[in-house]
């Protein structure tokens, strides 16, 4: 596997700051790594969704729905039922939102706080 020399530094200094245990040392290339951590059905059910929506109601772009309640109703639906279509939509929701965010000001900036997939407390 051939990785650039900012791959190699920044590999470097996490691993000597202790940001890694050795359980996150791996050989597989990033390719791996995506491929093996994916889930890609999910993605072409978000896809088909995304489609039939389209077909029922019409490009997403132009609807008024509120993204973010929308949200928060199918987690409750998915944790009463178990149905993970509407994880499907969560995700859809999610990404309708990010497209065009309905909080002012919203921005995307990487952070390595040490939380992201572990649960926050």
């Known amino acids: 596997m051939i990785i650039t020399i900012t791959e190699h530094i920044r590999s470097r200094l996490l691993d000597r700051a202790g940001v890694f245990d050795v359980k996150t040392k791996t050989d597989l290339s990033p390719i791996e790594i995506v491929d093996q951590e994916m889930d890609w059905d999910f993605l072409t059910e978000m896809s088909y969704g995304m489609m039939m929506g389209y077909f029922r109601y019409g490009r997403a ?17 998915y944790e009463e039922t178990g149905n993970q279509e509407y994880l499907r939509d969560v995700a859809n929701f999610a990404m309708q939102e990010r497209k065009r965010p309905s909080i002012k000001g919203t921005y995307f900036k990487a952070i390595d706080d040490g939380v992201h997939g572990v649960e926050i407390k």
């Open 61 to 77: 772009s132009d609807s008024n729905i509120d993204n973010l309640s929308e949200i928060k109703k199918r987690v409750s639906l």
